[in-house]
DNA sequence: AAAGGGGTCAACCGCCATAGG
DNA sequence: ACCTATGGCGGTTGACCCCTT
């Protein structure tokens, strides 16, 4: 198909926008909403293709957007997220109230890759997995799940087509071994070592913290809700991990419940935030 | 003070999905 | 069923800024 010719071929603007532009942008959008991109600029008076128009809208003349550097909290979301989403920067952006994706594919890139890697090339040391719960946090919307994503400490991967087989924790000589398992997707790979590290101990350890209608198998890397006959993985997983859970169908959602529903449930928020 | 390098971020590009004719 | 227009998305670019040398 051909497409049709784009700003540069049309004689429009391209480039920063002007205040000027903006507050044309802002008025018209105000005045008439934007039902048609490609026809705005042309009835808002802009030498601007509708693309530039829309994007320019979206990232940052809408009213909602939040300004200013990411928090501590919202960094953490967008690694969980990234961990359980990939390169889904419009998917992840929509957990995130007023921040756009763009904002996020942003600080991934500046800041947030950076900073795992950082944390990759750490000696691996070995950690108590649910240790790293943080409750004791005045903030209870998002777990402090998060912080381990951060910190978790990186050691070599074993490579594996699909999720590979666990080690039994009985003959695991380490926590970290035991969740040391790398899931790869079509075009993402996934490190359990980015999650809290959980053996057969993080169960036996923590009497009443799994979920009573909850549970684990011998493998301590997924659980199973016999209430509504769910099987969830221990980690928010990715929609195309193949082979994963059991039934096939996707449950990027209900990893992330479980996540809350174990930090709820060991102390944390009174109620499930909105995702 | 100037140059170079790296970081940041707004904006563009090209592809894809989808609605509508 | 096919074609086209449009919106949306992720990857990439390049201008600008700041820090270091």
């Not at 979206?58 to 979301?77: C, V």
């Not at 961990?83 to 763009?102: F, H, Q, V, Y």
């Not at 999720?163 to 969740?179: K, Q, R």
Request: net charge negative.
């Amino acid at each position: 198909m051909v497409r049709a010719p784009c700003c540069e071929k049309m004689g429009l603007k391209k480039g920063p926008w002007t205040p000027d532009e903006d507050q044309v942008l802002i008025s018209y959008i105000q005045r008439n909403g934007h039902g048609n991109w490609r026809a705005l600029p042309k009835q808002a008076g802009l030498l601007r293709c509708g693309k530039s128009c829309r994007l320019r809208w979206i990232n940052y003349l809408r009213p909602d957007i939040k300004r200013g550097n990411f928090n501590r909290e919202e960094e953490e979301t967008i690694i969980k997220l990234h961990e359980m989403l990939g390169n889904r920067w419009s998917a992840i952006a929509a957990r995130l109230p007023g921040r756009t994706d763009n904002e996020i594919k942003n600080v991934w890139h500046t800041h947030l890759k950076k900073r795992l890697k950082q944390n990759q090339v750490t000696p691996a040391t070995t950690t108590t997995n649910n240790k790293s719960f943080n409750l004791d946090s005045s903030e209870p919307t998002i777990p402090r799940l998060l912080e381990s994503s951060v910190h978790a400490p990186m050691s070599p991967q074993p490579s594996s087509s699909e999720i590979s087989s666990v080690t039994d924790a009985s003959t695991s000589t380490g926590i970290g071994e035991a969740n040391n398992i790398e899931i790869k997707g079509e075009d993402m790979e996934y490190s359990m070592e980015s999650f809290p590290l959980i053996d057969e101990s993080f169960w036996s350890d923590n009497p009443g913290f799994l979920p009573d209608e909850y549970s684990s198998d011998s493998s301590g890397l997924s659980c199973f809700n016999v209430d509504t006959q769910t099987q969830y993985s221990v980690a928010p997983m990715a929609d195309n991990v193949q082979g994963w859970p059991s039934d096939g169908v996707s449950h990027v959602d209900n990893g992330m419940d479980f996540w809350y529903d174990l930090f709820i449930r060991a102390g944390g928020a009174e109620e499930l935030p909105a995702f």
